[in-house]
């Protein structure tokens, strides 16, 4: 709601630094509630600020999930096991491939 805009810019701009380090800093703001925060969560940005995924269009329930899956590619030798089901090998992955 606009009433609800002008809530949060006037809470932005009285930070010390005119600005919000981060997406969850606006539930402090009076007049968030946690449905208002949920729905609006996933358009609001903070550009340079403590968490590089606050300034993208994910939205801030998803960041463990990404976080997790991110970890898990690093964990991945080369990108030549990108494609490969989990805990396969490559004899199986080559037996698959001939069976098609």
Do not use: N
């Amino acid at each position: 709601t606009p009433r609800l805009a002008e809530l949060i810019v006037g809470a932005r701009d009285g930070q010390a630094a005119g600005r919000f380090d981060q997406v969850a800093q606006v539930r402090g703001v009076k007049g968030v509630g946690p449905k208002a925060f949920q729905q609006a969560a996933g358009f609001l940005r903070v550009y340079d600020g403590a968490d590089p995924l606050d300034a993208t269009e994910v939205h801030p329930e998803a960041y463990q999930a990404l976080r997790e899956g991110l970890a898990k590619l690093k964990g991945l030798q080369d990108d030549s096991q990108l494609g490969k089901a989990p805990g396969a090998s490559e004899e199986e992955e080559e037996e698959e491939d001939s069976d098609r």
